[in-house]
């Protein structure tokens, strides 16, 4: 009972201060608008601890963070292996390898406006199709160590990344072409100075949604078969040998880099299409 | 509009005569197999000795056994005449025998998988139209919600669905409805939210201060300007929303052992090694996302048109 009144005040005490923070003066400032969402975070985490406590939910069931918390400090080295296997083996490659083939392919179909007619229309619809399901299959043709999962990975960021590059690759109106044209400046010159950069904030937008789809392709992959190692594969036994806070612990392992990933992607963003009116704010 | 069909068929032919020539290499093991154990002089003889033999030196060794891999039972890569072939077998002539809600009927698979695909539509929908609409009136939940929302994305709900259908089961939801529901939900709200926060906020400051000067109230300038302002937005997302709301109730069915539904019908079809059961199903979620698309698609080309938007 003490628990929820706890929870209780907590929350109200964190609403008041974001509403203070929000409508005081600093309200653009970095360090508020840092504050008040992870304010908002804790006060979820807060009342979760307080739902577990009072109403004494079995650890079986759903473990309190703190129980999470403990978990993870106690087993960092289970979960790095896990984590080499799944994220930096399995979702990093087959990212790198998606996104290049992607955008070499992208850079080719673009020279045939038949082509691109053609393609846009498919890829868009294949990007919209529940990819994940083909790791089975996948897991049967590369075998169960990493490289499939690399393979179901690239395959889930291939779409999105080449369709908002071939989008991306058009964005030039004729106006800019002809004055490269009046430069002298070649198809590769082209292509290079002008509309690679121009298409920069389109293949980002296919970026981000490629780094959502990594770490889903990799843990799917995992669960059709994997060596004794990797966070699909923790999981899927966690949960049938009733670890559930190791669960936990992954599934925040996932969150984390699934955050950190998405973040750096959005850094890098940041710093390469400066001059997009999105970015100047 | 000829031009764009005529490329994108040309494109597709493309793919399918590129599919047929992938068959022959990646099945031609399987095939040798099959032969050497059916009595077929094959070389090399062993299945050890093959497996350390290049696939193009297989091939032209055993130039009359490549045509066997365009007919296997359990083909590596089925082609795209045996895939159809089991679609039908598992769909239109399922109906033709009147078994159309057998177990074995893709037709019934496919109709639990669109139920939670629905559900999860429905309240991703709700969830993401609520939340942006108080985003839109509240400040200090755009800044404590809006981060979340872009995290919550980036957060592998892969990782969460074996949680979520434990938890379930767990306070006592009866079968996989709910937690499937969750999941796709999950995966769906976020363009809605994101798109209706666009277009909540596409109205201009001149709209806007049309309005004032006629006194309209805070309720009347949501309901007779932003709202309709949101409409074409929406649609665009509600697009989106189908799709990934079909992908999560699919994810929702892989990891957790579902014995019915299009995910359900890829695992066992990994489990009891039958690649046909597996490319079926995956044809079908195609087709179930492409009439889901193209009926949205339909809703607002019609929808719009009456409103006097353009479309």
């Not at chain 1, 868009?124 to 075998?143: H, T």
Request: glycine share 8%; net charge positive; aromatic share 10%.
């Amino acid at each position: 009972m003490n628990w929820l009144i706890f929870a209780l005040a907590f929350w109200l005490a964190a609403w008041a201060a974001n509403v203070t923070m929000a409508r005081s003066k600093w309200s653009d400032t970095a360090l508020v608008r840092y504050a008040v969402p992870i304010i908002f975070g804790m006060t979820l985490l807060v009342a979760w601890e307080a739902l577990v406590h009072s109403f004494n939910v079995s650890a079986a069931i759903l473990p309190a963070p703190s129980a999470v918390a403990d978990t993870f400090a106690n087993s960092t080295g289970l979960l790095w292996v896990d984590f080499k296997q799944t994220v930096l083996k399995g979702a990093l490659s087959g990212y790198f390898i998606g996104a290049g083939a992607a955008f070499v392919m992208a850079v080719l179909i673009d020279r045939s406006p038949f082509l691109t007619r053609g393609l846009l229309p498919i890829g868009n619809f294949v990007a919209a199709l529940p990819i994940v399901g083909i790791a089975p299959i996948l897991v049967s043709w590369f075998g169960f160590d990493w490289q499939s999962k690399a393979a179901v990975v690239v395959v889930m960021v291939f779409f999105p990344v080449l369709v908002n590059t071939v989008q991306g690759l058009r964005e030039t109106d004729a106006m800019l072409r002809d004055l490269m044209k009046t430069y002298a400046a070649g198809y590769f010159k082209t292509l290079w100075k002008l509309r690679i950069p121009a298409a920069m904030p389109f293949i980002f937008n296919g970026l981000k949604v490629g780094a959502t789809l990594a770490l889903i392709g990799a843990i799917v992959a995992e669960y059709f078969g994997s060596p004794t190692r990797g966070m699909g594969f923790r999981i899927s036994t966690g949960v049938g040998s009733l670890s559930i806070d190791l669960v936990w612990a992954e599934i925040a392992v996932a969150a984390l880099a699934g955050t950190m990933f998405y973040g750096v992607v959005a850094w890098i963003e940041k710093k390469v299409t400066f001059w997009h009116p999105s970015q100047r704010g | 509009m000829t031009k764009t069909a005529l490329s994108v068929l040309t494109v597709l032919a493309t793919i399918v005569v590129i599919w047929y020539l992938a068959v022959a290499p990646m099945n031609i093991r399987v095939a040798l197999d099959q032969a050497a154990r059916a009595g077929a002089e094959i070389e090399p003889p062993s299945a050890v000795e093959r497996r350390n033999v290049p696939i193009l030196t297989l091939m032209s060794n055993n130039r009359d056994h490549i045509a066997a891999g365009y007919d296997l039972d359990r083909p590596r890569l089925p082609t795209p005449m045996q895939v159809g072939e089991e679609l039908w077998k598992t769909t239109g002539a399922m109906v033709l025998k009147g078994r159309t809600w057998s177990k074995r009927s893709l037709i019934y698979h496919g109709w639990i998988t669109l139920q939670s695909t629905f559900w999860g539509f429905l309240l991703g929908t709700t969830i993401g139209i609520v939340g942006a609409i108080a985003i839109v009136q509240s400040r200090v939940i755009e800044m404590s919600v809006m981060p979340w929302a872009i995290i919550s994305q980036a957060i592998p709900i892969v990782a969460l669905a074996p949680m979520i259908i434990v938890l379930s089961s767990q306070v006592g939801i009866e079968g996989r409805g709910f937690p499937k529901a969750l999941i796709s939900s999950y995966l769906c709200f976020f363009p809605v939210l994101v798109g209706m926060v666009k277009g909540l906020r596409s109205p201009t400051a001149e709209q806007l201060d049309l309005l004032k000067t006629y006194s309209a109230s805070g309720v009347q300038r949501f309901l007779k300007l932003r709202m309709p302002a949101s409409l074409p937005y929406l649609f665009t997302s509600l697009k989106i929303g189908i799709a990934a709301a079909l992908v999560g109730a699919i994810i929702g069915e892989l990891p957790t052992g579902a014995i019915s539904g299009l995910g359900a019908r890829i695992l066992i079809g990994d489990q009891f090694g039958t690649p046909l059961a597996i490319w079926a199903a995956l044809f079908a979620a195609a087709i179930l996302a492409g009439v889901l698309v193209t009926l949205l698609d339909r809703t607002q080309h019609v929808l719009l048109r009456r409103m006097g938007m353009r479309s």
